[in-house]
């Protein structure tokens, strides 16, 4: 976990009239795996949309895999893998479970080379690694929202990445769902050596998982371990509320723990 | 009834509605996935606006349906991209201002021009062997370039940003996307004319839509459903001496309501 393959340096970004992003220095090692917090407009999917390339910096700078993000090429971003925010999928959208993961291999591909038996193949070893290889051929519309979460997970997979890049992979489903959405990460993590980003807004779900967690509001306030990062006088600065660690190590507002 | 294709102009006839019906119902289908399907009559609209221009000039009429073609299509993408407005807004503007276009264009001309209103009805049956030549080597252009990009089409029109995210050239597709249904729009022009092309972009899809929850399977359907309306379309209008665009929009109306009755989805039976 030495090798820096993330590198913001006292980078900003946004959009005209808007700093969403201000002033953030952070590098991410390979093979970590970093939880990204902070309340809502703070930025979270910014760094996403930052590490994927598809914002230049205002100012300052990141490289990503040795390359300016700017100048980030098809096959920089084909090692990232993607799991944007959970957007509504009509139920009848026609794509059937391998349709969805095979276009993970469209940018590693490249134009003109249709996808073989080596593509498919990589796509259902995409699939058993998230335990969905036997709803290859359902149509993803008909899947529960952790399911589809799954096969969108087994997308990204496909495309042999280095970094696994999730947007707030565990909105919009189930507790249990989401318990098994992480340990299916947090798998990925360990068996696999992929380095892990994962945007969040449970704390209380992920601390316990990751090696660092990255505290935003704008600017960076802390990247360090839970341990270091969760401290009431830094959750108040950042939240705007009295955060309490209670007895279970579960992390509320203050105002609701007092009712 | 046999007796219809021993006719030339019967033969072109037929010839064109079955291009229009396999190149129309071939984009349609990332159209209505990709969200777009508007953009259709609006361009369609747009390419109207120039064979008007060009019938008033002296110049070629497809040309300039190609050029006003493209730059509503462009225009219309750069407004989707940047999000300044909601694109049924956008295209509602282009649309009217660029029949408006059209009308003027037609008011400025001296006396009545049958071949211009060729171009808004659709006269499949006037298809002249040039017109016909064109409309191959443009037919053949698209196909080819649908199925050359096919893999990067596909997922621009399931998710443009996660496509991009994963190392498609969204963006450059997503262009090459309007750019075709510009082109396919004017190859349609005189078979279903500048009003109905736009259902031909869009009910062969739809209806394919209703019948498979696969995306190959989706094209496949939709060209084949997209052939049989125009060609039967055109073979109606032959028999009961019909208007050729409205005949094949109509067929193709009525085998959209029979995939609805019969739809998989709506019966809750989900063959891939």
Redesign the interface.
């Known amino acids: 976990m030495t090798t820096p393959i993330i590198r913001f340096s006292h980078a900003t970004f946004g959009f005209p009239g808007v700093i969403a992003l201000q002033d953030i220095s952070l590098e991410i090692s390979e093979g970590e795996f970093v939880g990204v917090i902070g309340p809502n407009g703070s930025g979270k999917t910014t760094l996403c949309r930052a590490i994927l390339g598809l914002m230049r910096p205002l100012e300052g700078s990141l490289q990503i895999f040795d390359c300016a993000c700017e100048k980030l090429r098809c096959h920089h971003r084909a090692r990232i893998g993607y799991l944007p925010q959970k957007g509504v999928l009509e139920r009848n959208f026609p794509i059937t479970v391998l349709e969805a993961v095979m276009m993970g291999r469209y940018g590693a591909l490249g134009l003109f080379r249709r996808p073989g038996q080596q593509d498919r193949e990589i796509a259902v070893e995409a699939l058993e690694n998230v335990g969905m290889q036997d709803h290859r051929n359902t149509a993803l519309g008909h899947l529960s929202g952790g399911q589809q979460q799954r096969v969108l997970i087994a997308r990204a997979l496909a495309q042999k990445p280095q970094v696994l890049l999730l947007d707030e992979p565990t909105t919009g489903v189930d507790i249990t769902t989401q318990h098994s959405v992480l340990d299916l990460v947090q798998h990925l993590h360990r068996d696999l050596g992929l380095t892990v980003l994962l945007v969040t807004h449970d704390i209380n779900l992920i601390r316990s998982r990751v090696n660092r967690l990255v505290l935003l509001k704008t600017r960076l306030f802390a990247a360090a371990t839970p341990e270091e990062v969760l401290r009431p006088d830094l959750l108040r600065q950042v939240y705007g509320k009295d955060l309490v660690i209670t007895q279970q190590d579960l992390i509320i507002v203050e105002d609701y723990h007092h009712r | 009834m046999i007796e219809m294709l021993s006719y030339d102009f019967m033969q072109r006839s037929f010839l064109a509605a079955a291009l229009v019906g396999a190149v129309c119902s071939a984009i349609g289908v990332f159209m209505v996935?990709r969200g777009l399907a508007f953009v259709g009559a609006g361009t369609a609209h747009a390419a109207f606006a120039g064979v008007t221009l060009a019938y008033l000039v002296g110049l070629p009429p497809l040309l300039l349906a190609v050029v006003f073609g493209i730059a509503t299509v462009w225009i219309t993408g750069v407004m989707e991209e940047k999000g300044r407005m909601k694109l049924d807004v956008s295209i509602g503007i282009l649309y009217t201002a660029t029949m408006a276009l059209a009308i003027l264009f037609i008011g400025l001309m001296q006396g009545y021009n049958a071949e211009v209103y060729g171009y808004m009805f659709g006269s499949v049956l006037s298809v002249t062997p040039d017109e016909l030549r064109i409309m191959l080597t443009l037919s053949l252009l698209v196909l080819a370039v649908i199925v050359?990009?096919a893999?990067?089409l596909?997922?621009v029109a399931?998710?443009q940003?996660?496509?991009?995210?994963?190392?498609?050239?969204a963006r450059p597709i997503f262009y090459l996307l309007l750019t075709l249904v510009a082109f396919t729009v004017v190859i349609s022009l005189k078979t279903v004319g500048a009003i109905l092309v736009f259902a031909m972009l869009l009910i062969p899809a739809s209806t394919a839509?209703q019948l498979?929850?696969?995306?190959?399977?989706?094209t496949i359907y939709s060209v084949l459903i997209g052939i049989t309306s125009a060609v039967g379309g055109v073979a109606l209008s032959y028999v009961w001496d019909l208007p050729s665009g409205p005949a094949i929009v109509l067929l193709a109306t009525f085998i959209f309501f029979v995939s609805l009755l019969l739809s998989p989805?709506r019966l809750r039976r989900?063959p891939?």
Do not use: C
């Open positions: 996935l050359l990009f893999k990067e596909y997922f399931f998710d940003e996660m496509a991009e995210a994963s190392g498609v050239r839509y498979t929850h696969s995306l190959s399977h989706m989805k989900v891939v």
